[in-house]
């Protein structure tokens, strides 16, 4: 009896249980194909913004965006704490998939961003995670006093999102179910603190890996834009292939800055305050997307201003303020992450210099906005170049102050 229920886990794999997390681990193949999906769903958003750039619709796509994360975050969060290579964990990432692929779809198919039909497809994912994460509680009971939580706060945002498919997605209702969404983290430190229990951390190495390939994914899609956007007619006109080069540039240069400061340094060890770092990500990632579909439409205008009822003052406007809350995004994560050959003092003039740019930009933005595409773009590099000057003069003298301190 004991060796046919040891051979059905093994080929069904239960969760693992909560403490039994690796240290390191390699990311698997379905995360990555996980992750896929998700930026396929994120890239349906962005272009059902395009050429639409009013204030409710960027308002819409930010929440459209805040309930895609939150579905990416918790389906990578389950297999990195309850995630085996049984069939259990394949079936239960596979469902996921096909509820983000069919969000896709509905956007896609739909004239506004909170149509009936994403809302409905929005609250059958939401009630599928409510109920992954429940089921843990079959085979973990530990694990059902820090799951209760999660569970009630997922069941009353589940509440809202179905109310808003009756209310015509009414966006106060949907607000309300993105909070709910996020606050379980926060209302079980809480709850650890009045009854005197350790405070876990639910944050990785392989969970801050997950999101650097999100962010590289979404990237690509960036430069997936500014391809699309060199159409035939374009390419014998000089100008829009130097846009071309200068919106690579700043992809490129946004990639260094991302990775350099975030991604590819580990987090701080203990970090009580984990749930705030993948909120940061948030409006990081959100206008990495978005830059995606300007860029495009950037390189399609060249140096005139482009058909269709987006002027372009205000393309211009947006990319640098995207540009700008990557960098307020960049020095808001990067308190998470650890810098052993920096102090703290270079730690805050660090963060100090990504908040100086993002205004400068922002000013920039506001002033330059009628400039021609290609000198726009220029200045916006100059300001990145520039940074990135300051920040690897501020990094060499830290490094050479540590150095000098251990030889003493």
Known sequence: MNHNKLNFNLWWGPPKKFNAIPEERKITWLELFFDLVYVILISSATHHLYGHYTFTNLLDY???????????LNGSLYYEL?????????????????AAAAIAVTIKNSEEFFSKATIFTFSILEMYLIYLWWSIGLYDKQHRKLNLPYTICFCLAAFLLLLSFFANGQKWLIVGAIILNFIPPIVSKVIHRIRKLPVNTMWSESMNERLGLLTIILLGEVILGITNGLTPNLTNRPEAWIIFVLCILLTFVVWWLLFTLTSDRPVRAYTANWYLLPILYIPTLSALGLLGALFSETAQMGSIIPDGNTS?????????????LILIGISGISNFMDYPTVSQTDRQRIRS????????????????????????????????????????????????????????
């Open 312 to 324: 372009f003052e205000t393309i211009n406007f947006l990319i640098g303020v995207c540009i700008a």
């Open 82 to 98: 309850h995630g085996t290579e049984g069939l259990r964990t394949r079936l239960m990432m596979l469902w996921q998939i096909m």
């Open 62 to 72: 930010f929440l459209l965006f805040a309930l895609i994360f939150w579905g990416w």
């Open 353 to 408: 210099a990504f908040i100086y740019a993002a205004s400068l930009i922002v000013i920039v933005s506001v002033l330059c906005r009628n400039e021609k595409g290609t000198i726009y773009l220029s200045i916006l590099l100059c300001i990145l170049f520039i940074l990135i000057f300051l920040l690897n003069l501020m990094w060499y003298k830290s490094y050479h102050k540590e150095i000098q301190k251990k030889r003493e």
